[in-house]
């Protein structure tokens, strides 16, 4: 995925967080639970992977020729900090499934409170009593 798609992406889940932020998205709170839940359970592998990826940074077994040196540097910023490397795409897609989670989160909770502030407006009018 290019860095202008993941952009787009985080672009994207910004701003449904701060529709879910103002109560503009509501989600079921079943189903908001189980979209946080699998959000963290990305997070978690991306996270992984990135460790993974960090330890790639350290190539060997190139040989000692001057064009050998200069593909293990290839290689190994291929690995991380190069402009587009494996750890660069990996923190950008641990951001947005962070993103989604907490947008989630926040779904959920404006739901319940929209649904508590109901409940106790009918409480309060004597009309929550069956």
Do not use: C, P
């Amino acid at each position: 995925m290019s860095d202008t798609e993941m952009q787009g992406m985080l672009t994207r889940w910004q701003t449904l967080k701060t529709q879910a932020e103002g109560g503009e998205l509501r989600l079921d709170t079943d189903i908001g639970q189980q979209l946080a839940a699998h959000a963290e359970r990305m997070r978690t592998k991306l996270n992984g992977l990135m460790n993974k990826a960090v330890e790639l940074e350290h190539l060997s077994g190139f040989g000692t020729l001057a064009s050998a040196e200069d593909l293990r540097q290839k290689f190994a910023l291929k690995a991380n900090n190069g402009n587009d490397s494996a750890v660069k795409r990996l923190k950008q897609s641990i951001d947005i499934a962070t993103l989604m989670k907490e947008t989630y989160e926040l779904a959920i909770r404006k739901i319940s409170e929209s649904d508590q502030s109901a409940a106790d407006k009918l409480a309060g009018l004597g009309m929550g009593d069956a």
